[in-house]
Every structure is written in C-alpha cells, then in structure tokens.
C-alpha cells in the first residue's frame, strides 16, 4: 500500500468530518461516460442545442430525445467499487456526506445516505407548470416530452445551462465545505463552476484535500494535500481498505 494512501487514510481517521465531492469520473466505471469526453453525448447532442433551458423551452420534444436515451442508457448501470467504497465509508462513520455534480442516483443506490445532488437527478421527472416532482419512468421511452397530470410539460429534474443550482444544495454544499476537515475530492477536473469553488472554500476553512483523479487537474498543485492517481474503482477501495487496517 503506498505511503500517500496511508497518509490520505490518517488524514480521514483523524477528521471529525469528511466530505466527498464527486464528479463524472466516479462513474465511467459503471459505463456512463463523461458527458465531454470522446464518444461522450455532447458529440451527438451539441450542449447549446439539447442542454439550455432555453433550448428545453423552445422545443421540449427536440431535447427529449437526447434525455430518452440518456435514460436508456442508465437503465441497467450499476454501483462501481468506488461508489461502494464510498458508501462502506459511510458505514465506517468515516464520511459525512457526499455532495455530486452526477444526476446518475449511483451513490444512493450503492447505499449512501447524505447525498447533496447539485445538478440534480435523471431518475426524476419535474413539471414546469404544476411544480410536482416525480420518478421517471427510464424503462418506458416516448417520442417526444412527457406530459404531466396538469398537462404542463415535464423535464428531467436536472440543472440545464442557463438555470440556478437548487439553493437547497448550494446552501448546503457550501455549509459542508465551509465544516469538514477533509475534503475528499473524486472523478471531477475542476472545470463546472460553482461546483469546483467548493474545494477552495474547503481549503480556506483548514480542511485537508485529498484528490482522486486518474490525471492531475487544476485542484492537484494548488489545493490537494494528498493525490491518489488511478480510477476511482482502484483509489478508493484501496483507501477503505487502508482505514480498516
């Protein structure tokens, strides 16, 4: 086991709190590839064309059929080693809460029970007349957007460019950063704002940064204490396995 697992380990083991921030990289292992990256959906749905409000507004039946398949592609996707990693910490009483930028619902489905969803959920469905907030149904493709009981239009209950973080999760995400001793930074390139502003509000407040990341990113010289290189199915494991010992 290497000396910067051992030492990130101590470093949790010692803390009061521990926060994980997580992005797309905590979940390619499970098959959902990140958004930008080659082959990822921004190729096929252009984000200026199927990802703003103003586009979901002008023609919700339009950006619906990239949301259809995007559904249909997290249909059979599954917890990875890092999720249940994450989750076993959570067990352990050696993490506090996770805050993500993911709207795959993988962390709760690997059994986290904090989770601050900061860009919201695929798996709900949110009505833009009526409010009302739903399950949406990922098996039960449609042609064009779903209507709710109100007939207003519904749309994936996820932050599209051009809207607001829910304030709930702003709030408490920077409530969180501002209180953890340890902030476990896993699979994100510190390039979504305000997202990426939580590491530095962590540092500020005296927190240790520990990053898992296959490469470095702009977080890796100038705020993490501890840099764990790899995929998050092989750092995080090995980092429980480390605070079991």
């Not at 993490?95 to 993988?106: R, Y």
């Not at 599209?160 to 930074?185: N, R, S, T, Y």
């Not at 940064?209 to 470095?216: A, M, P, Q, V």
């Amino acid at each position: 086991m290497s000396d910067t697992v051992l030492k990130a380990a101590a470093a949790i083991r010692n803390a009061k709190r521990v926060v994980a921030l997580t992005g797309a990289g905590a979940s390619t292992e499970s098959g959902i590839p990140d958004f930008r990256s080659p082959g990822g959906i921004w190729e096929t749905y252009p984000p200026d064309e199927f990802a703003t409000i103003e586009a979901f507004t002008a023609n919700p039946d339009r950006v619906w059929t990239m949301w259809h398949e995007l559904g249909a592609s997290l249909l059979d996707v599954a917890p990875n080693p890092g999720h249940r990693a994450l989750a076993e910490m959570e067990t352990l009483g050696h993490l506090h809460a996770v805050i993500t930028q993911n709207i795959d619902n993988l962390h709760q489905a690997a059994g986290n029970t904090k989770v601050i969803e900061y860009h919201g959920n695929a798996r709900r469905l949110h009505c833009m007349a009526c409010r009302v907030r739903k399950p949406m149904p990922l098996d039960q493709p449609r042609a064009g957007a779903p209507r709710c009981d109100c007939g207003g239009v519904q749309k994936p209950d996820v932050v599209l460019f051009g809207e607001l973080i829910p304030p709930h999760a702003m709030f408490e995400a920077e409530a969180l950063a501002q209180g953890c001793d340890v902030m476990l930074i896993v699979g994100t390139s510190a390039q979504v704002y305000p997202a990426a502003s939580l590491p530095v509000t962590a540092k500020k407040h005296g927190a240790t940064i520990i990053e898992c990341n296959i490469e470095r990113t702009d977080f890796t010289a100038e705020l993490s204490d501890h840099f764990l290189a790899g995929p998050c199915g092989t750092t995080l494991p090995a980092l429980l396995s480390a605070l079991r010992d």
